[in-house]
């Protein structure tokens, strides 16, 4: 966004708060008469007379943050980073409520410039219009590669739990005996495959501390065959 545009963006808005103090209950009340539907993404709100609600403190508590996130996002247009966490901040904030889609975001912001429209139509410029219009897109966008990412890292997550269980409940055949751990887990004390061929690659154990020495210092009393027992001991048995 140019400098003009943020503060056109920034005037319409100061403007319509300055004369609508309710003016997160006015968007809110705004979008549920749009979208009667979305009130059923509100447990609190759910099935009841949207005049009624217009009066109900969690109702207008809730309205009330919903207008101070759009503050702060207008007021964050001078730094892009801070605005691109707080808006990825807001979706990630409703990724755990069920039902709530990017597409409800965007609806809340097309009601919120129709609101705009309605009461300080003299500044809704067909410039500020393409100013706010540039800032909700930039909103949106973020908005959904937040909810994309997650379905991403959701559907990857299955995918791997998935093939484990495929490997970890494959039979066995019949008198089949279960093979042994690769050399470099047995020579580092237990530790997973991964992490004792890291070690013999470094010539360190997972714990760094000299397991391969400690190995090779090993290998030496495991191949030692028992001393035979005293000729005494064995006459003692003979008899």
């Known amino acids: ?6 503060k056109l963006v920034r005037r319409s808005w100061h403007k319509f708060c300055q ?55 207008v007021e964050c247009m001078e730094e892009p980073d801070v605005l691109a966490e707080l808006i990825r901040k807001n979706a990630v904030n409703h990724l755990a409520r069920r039902g709530v889609e990017p597409e409800h975001f965007e609806s809340l912001l097309a009601v919120t410039l129709e609101q705009m429209m309605s009461h300080v139509g003299p500044l809704m410029t067909p410039a500020a219009v393409r100013a706010w219009k540039k800032l909700f897109k930039t909103m949106n966008v973020i908005t959904r590669n937040v909810y ?24 066995a055949g019949a008198g089949a005996v279960p093979p042994k751990p690769p050399p470099s887990a047995e020579g580092s004390g237990g530790v997973s495959a991964p992490l004792a061929d890291l070690s013999a690659i470094s010539g360190t154990s997972a714990s760094g501390k000299g397991g391969g020495q400690a190995a090779r210092r090993d290998a030496p ?3 030692r065959a028992k001393p035979a027992p005293p000729e005494s001991t064995i006459r003692e048995s003979n008899r």
């Open 1 to 6: 966004m140019t400098d003009h545009e943020k």
């Open 19 to 73: 004369q609508n103090p309710d003016y997160g209950v006015l968007i809110f009340v705004g979008m549920f008469t749009q979208y009667p539907d979305y009130l059923e993404l509100f447990p609190r709100f759910r099935g009841r007379d949207l005049r009624a609600l217009e009066g109900d403190p969690k109702f207008r508590a809730h309205a009330c943050a919903v207008g101070h996130q759009l503050s702060a996002l």
């Open 148 to 171: 994309d990412e997650v379905a991403e890292f959701s559907a990857s997550s299955q995918n791997s739990s998935s093939d484990s269980q495929e490997i970890s409940v494959e039979p």
């Open 221 to 223: 009393r495991q191949g």
